[in-house]
């Protein structure tokens, strides 16, 4: 019945669907982000790239990963010679979750239902893109394409699959790359991640 009420929604047309995406309310995050942000980039890519929710940025310009964790994503990209121009950009969840603490709006990971729920609009994306291959950032994108989240630190450079077959590369999440404290580690953990974008890019030549 769920599905149902999002397929009614929804033709099933490319054109139509950034708009469905917006006027979903099957889960509370509508009444707590000011938009959805729907998937952007050219509907033949041959690599789709999932990330968890849009951010406090994201959810103001509504366009997935233009805040910082998009610039991180951008830079090494441009580094491997990935054109973002040529790449399906999206998430797991798109609405912005997060708690208020004075003026500031802090990120809140999205929980099991919330992405169980917007899950179907990544499989709607996925069917209508047909990548290559996914390009999955972060615990919360593992979840939604593989069934399994949570240890990146050592599932990242893996090729897994969604349980429909599609290739999944693993790798860890931009702001988890600015977010960690060490400088040693940070910069090893960087060099993962640009080796991951790096067989990505070499995965859909
Ligand atoms: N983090 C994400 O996972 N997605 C965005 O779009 C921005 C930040």
């Not at 990963?65 to 950009?89: C, H, K, S, T, W």
């Not at 500031?104 to 069917?127: F, G, I, T």
């Not at 593989?146 to 599609?166: A, H, K, N, Q, Y």
């Amino acid at each position: 019945a769920q599905l149902a009420e999002h397929a009614s929604a929804w033709t099933g047309r490319a054109d139509g669907l950034p708009a469905a995406i917006h006027a979903c309310t099957r889960c509370a995050l509508d009444r707590c982000a000011t938009q959805a942000v729907p998937g952007e980039g050219p509907l033949d890519a041959r690599l789709m790239i999932v990330g968890e929710q849009p951010g406090d940025m994201e959810d103001l310009q509504g366009r997935p990963f233009v805040g910082p964790a998009g610039q991180v994503f951008d830079r090494v990209a441009e580094e491997v010679g990935l054109e973002r121009r040529m790449i399906y950009v999206t998430n797991a969840v798109k609405h912005f979750k997060f708690t208020a603490r004075g003026k500031r709006r802090l990120h809140q990971r999205p929980n099991m239902s919330e992405v169980r729920h917007c899950k179907w609009w990544l499989d709607a994306e996925r069917r209508l893109i047909r990548p290559k291959l996914i390009l999955a950032m972060g615990a919360t994108a593992a979840l939604a394409l593989t069934g399994t989240g949570g240890d990146m630190l050592s599932r990242r450079g893996r090729l897994e699959c969604t349980p429909d077959g599609m290739p999944v590369l693993l790798t860890l999440h931009p702001s988890y790359l600015l977010r960690v404290p060490d400088a040693a580690h940070r910069t090893a953990a960087m060099a993962h991640f640009r080796a991951d974008l790096a067989q990505a890019r070499d995965l859909v030549r």
